[in-house]
């Protein structure tokens, strides 16, 4: 069962709560609502509830959001959750009886940390919540107005000594002051609203203004929407703390505003109109970014979609989103329906959250399947307040998860108690089906972030581009210290039934070569994290614009972009093309342009020009121009796996003389295929070298691979500073190409074959598969299925390319075409531009005039000498196929 698809991501549902937003921050103002006809079913100058009845409900529906209810709290299913809070109290409080000098809870220094003052107003709030838990067991934490007084006591003195002085606050991380102590803060005075109104009465009102002066990117001490740091998941966590201090004062002018400015945050990113200049958010194909430029949807998009649902869920029986009539309230729930379906649902396997969308998060310990344990909560939130279908889809999309998932899901995790009943009420619901929410053959194009998902059932393949327009990687505050060359065509190849943290996750990073990363050409050399070239975990230079929160830092050190404007490919049903012509990232080029200081250190990528063509059994990657205009070493890695020390790993092969191969090494002579196996997961890929059509000044055989099965240890600290120094010990398998220093540029060609057997490795040896690649340049790569009756290419060049040896189709200038000719004789084409700047793409198809049966708008189709020619308008669609069905 699914959802309506890809029409949910749609301006619609997301425009009508701009239309909320609109008269909201009029009344914030003070001024009159508009009464035009797109605000008028939602103006609240007659809103129908008074506001002191809109915050009880406000305060009640927080308070069941954390704590639980009478009724959830009594159900056997919440024990562990409750018994989980009742004891991280405990250990705070035995933490806070353990305090030395200069600590509010043992072993928490305060004073120059703020992640530490983060973390102790973190600590009173858990402290707080245990106190307003309801339940039918007794605590002697529960409504303990000793221990609630303490925790208002500790508020003051941390007030008083660490955060009250703006003078001296604000170090560190602007997220701590903007956002993490007010959420804590925020939370705890909502908890204790009460004993805080008898005991400090006067507390209150002092936090909320000095978390309004902290409030330093914004305006006014409050939210500014044109700050570049009031974004996303950023300003919906800034808004939520706005909404429950409103709430907890009384002030309904503040949670009005508050709430209109979130609702910014649902609109589909238009990134040729983008409001306030924000390119944050959800885009119409699904992609996720933050931070400007970085795939996110791993890590801020859960985020966000928490915040999200925990929205809908505290405005529950207010009128803040339209006049009591929860019209406001439905098109929310509608428009983060459209972000699980097309945002979340492609990313995660089998309960794993891929990699390519995580950002910094990948060198952390938690695994994939806690983050996606993040989703399935919200999920199952979402469940209760959507509707018929669509219900029903989501809670069976939650069954799918936990059934597919390798790791089993604790609902002790959950935020919420109400959430742990509810996700236990629909697992136990036998009329819904456990149903994905996207379909088992897909192929995903989220080039909006330049990422790529490609499903089959028994794989996924997940491929992180990057370009002008989307960072190379990420990197902050001591995490993921080597992400040089994650987002440089590194794939990750997910295989069924397996436990992905014995294969991915923080033990890939740690003892896979950050070089060598699955599908990376990179030189050969040794590069310095940035602490080890500055001795902090930023490049520190005020005078030149460098600072830890600068837009220069961002830029140039954490997240920055690259050079190249050709990433991204054309999608036809489940198959899939993509192309990349990988480039420096913009550091390297300010530098070499002598825009950046003398100790600056950036670094120059390798060259080559890429394709990845991803079918049903098999993903071919064609490679072009593979080199290093500076003469270095460079090494392409084909493929990396990680597996258990003790597992028995294999790798078997033939080379096209016939002969058998085995082992390590470079390989003895030309390779037909290779086999991967891994007896210990059960698992195996195949490695199938292809003749290409290289350019003439190129090596044209794709150079001799080269094996390595190594076992590596090494600390988790290595990849994150902040990791504990736990020691992790991997066979490690990677299969590359090694080019010399000084060495002519390469072409190659291999399909990976996931779950491959050596029956159907042999078949491809022995010629008679049915895939060939009719043309590998850097102009022009394309190969040919005859099973599937599809002729896939992807042009990087201006000029005319004939993608094929038959010249059946001719592309102009650089695009990405699929054609896929039918039984009846229908042919179906898709076209994309990669470039996302192209006005139009024009194909022709050689042969009998074809009319156009279907096409989607900006298609046009019409005969010309000894063909048809199809023009596609591509101006402004941000990388999206257009297709046509000609017969």
Not at 150 to 169: A, E, F, M, N, P
Request: proline content about 4%; some cysteine.
């Amino acid at each position: 069962m699914q959802l309506s698809r890809r029409t949910l991501l749609t301006m619609l549902p997301a425009s009508a709560l701009l239309a909320v937003a609109a008269p909201l921050r009029a009344q914030a103002a003070g001024r009159p609502a508009s009464t035009t006809a797109s605000t008028t079913a939602f103006a609240t100058a007659d809103r129908a509830a008074e506001p002191g009845a809109n915050h009880a409900a406000l305060l009640a529906n927080t308070l069941a959001i954390f704590a639980g209810t009478a009724e959830s709290n009594a159900r056997p299913e919440t024990a562990a959750k409750l018994a989980a809070l009742t004891a991280t109290a405990r250990t705070r409080l035995t933490a806070l009886d353990a305090a030395g000098p200069g600590e509010l809870f043992k072993g928490v220094a305060l004073g120059t940390s703020d992640a530490n003052l983060n973390t102790s107003y973190q600590y009173l709030y858990e402290i707080a919540l245990a106190t307003r838990t309801p339940g039918p067991d007794a605590s002697d934490l529960r409504d303990n107005v000793s221990v609630q007084r303490r925790v208002i006591d500790c508020l003051v003195l941390l007030h008083d000594t660490y955060y009250g002085d703006q003078s001296k606050g604000y170090y560190g991380n602007w997220f701590n002051w903007e956002i993490g102590i007010s959420a804590s803060v925020s939370k705890t005075l909502v908890l204790l609203k009460d004993q805080l109104a008898a005991y400090k009465p006067e507390l209150t009102a002092t936090y909320l203004a000095s978390m309004d002066a902290y409030l330093r990117n914004g305006k006014d001490g409050d939210v500014d929407l044109d700050s570049r740091f009031h974004t996303g998941a950023n300003l919906a966590d800034i808004t939520t703390n706005r909404i429950l201090q409103g709430a907890v004062t009384g002030d309904d002018a503040r949670v009005v505003k508050a709430v209109a400015d979130q609702l910014t945050v649902y609109a589909t990113v238009d990134p040729y109109n983008p409001r306030h200049g924000v390119t944050d958010g959800f885009y119409a194909d699904g992609s996720f970014i933050q931070h400007d430029s970085v795939a996110y949807t791993g890590s801020y998009g859960k985020v966000l979609l928490t915040r999200a649902v925990q929205t809908v869920k505290i405005l529950e029986g207010t009128d803040y989103l339209g006049n009591g009539t929860g019209t406001g309230s439905a098109d929310l729930v509608a428009v983060v329906q459209g972000w699980v379906a097309e945002g979340f649902a492609p990313l995660i396997f089998e309960g794993w959250m891929m990699e390519v969308v995580k950002g910094r998060g990948v060198s952390r310990t938690a695994t994939g399947y806690t983050d996606v344990a993040v989703v399935v909560e919200a999920v199952v939130d979402l469940s209760g307040h959507a509707s018929g279908a669509d219900a029903t889809a989501l809670a069976g999309y939650v069954k799918f998860v936990r059934q597919t998932s390798k790791a089993a899901l604790d609902p002790a995790v959950f935020v919420s108690p109400v959430s742990v009943a509810r996700y236990a009420d629909i697992l136990a619901d036998t009329s819904v089906p456990a149903v994905d929410l996207g379909d088992a053959q897909s192929h995903t194009a989220f080039n909006a972030m330049d990422k790529t998902v490609h499903r089959r059932p028994g794989y996924a393949f997940a491929l992180a581009r990057s370009s002008d327009r989307i960072s190379k990687y990420e990197y902050m505050s001591g995490e993921n210290l080597m992400p040089w060359f994650q987002g440089d065509g590194a794939h990750y190849l997910y295989l069924a039934g397996q436990d992905q943290t014995r294969s991915f996750g923080i033990d890939y990073y740690t003892t896979v070569s950050p070089y060598r990363l699955a599908g990376v050409t990179a030189p050969v050399e040794t590069r310095r994290t940035v602490p080890e070239l500055y001795g902090t975990a930023w490049y520190d230079n005020p005078a030149r614009g460098f600072t830890s929160s600068s837009e220069s830092q961002n830029t140039y050190v954490y997240f920055p972009r690259g050079t190249n404007t050709l990433s991204g490919g054309a999608r036809l049903g489940a198959y899939g093309a993509v192309g990349l012509v990988l480039g420096d990232d913009v550091a390297y080029a300010a530098k070499q342009a002598g825009e950046l200081p003398d100790d600056f250190v950036a670094y120059r990528n390798a060259t080559a020009t890429k394709s990845w063509f991803m079918l049903d059994d098999e993903i071919v990657v064609l490679a072009a121009g593979v080199g290093d205009a500076a003469g270095r070493a460079v090494a392409t890695t084909l493929d990396s796996r990680i597996a258990a020390a003790s597992d028995a790993v294999t790798v078997t092969g033939r080379l096209r003389d016939g002969a058998g191969w085995s082992g390590s090494g470079t390989a003895p002579g030309p390779v037909a295929w290779l086999r991967y196996a891994d007896a210990g997961q059960g698992v195996s890929v195949g490695y199938v070298f292809l003749d290409g059509d290289g350019d003439g000044d190129e090596d044209r055989d794709g150079g001799l691979p080269t094996v390595a099965l190594d076992t590596v240890a090494r600390s988790r600290r290595v990849v994150r500073t902040s990791n504990p120094d736990t020691p992790v010990t991997k066979r490690v398998f990677s299969l590359s190409v090694e080019q010399p220093a000084g060495a002519r540029r390469l072409s190659m060609a291999h399909a990976l074959v996931p779950n491959a057997t050596e029956r159907q490795l042999k078949a491809y040896g022995a010629g008679r598969g049915q895939l060939s690649v009719v043309a590998n340049t850097t102009r022009v790569q394309a190969v040919e299925h005859r099973g599937l009756s599809l002729l896939a290419a992807n042009t990087f060049t201006p000029g005319t390319h004939r993608a094929d040896a038959g010249h059946r189709l001719s592309i102009d200038g650089a695009a990405s075409v699929i054609l896929r000719t039918a039984r009846d004789g229908t042919v179906s084409v898709a076209v994309s531009d990669p470039t996302m700047g192209r006005k139009a793409v024009s194909v022709t198809v050689r042969g009998r005039w074809l009319r156009a049966v279907s096409s989607d708008d900006g298609v046009r189709v019409r005969k010309v000498p000894g063909g048809t020619r199809i023009d596609v308008d591509t101006h402004q669609v941000h990388g999206r196929s257009l297709t046509a069905r000609l017969r």
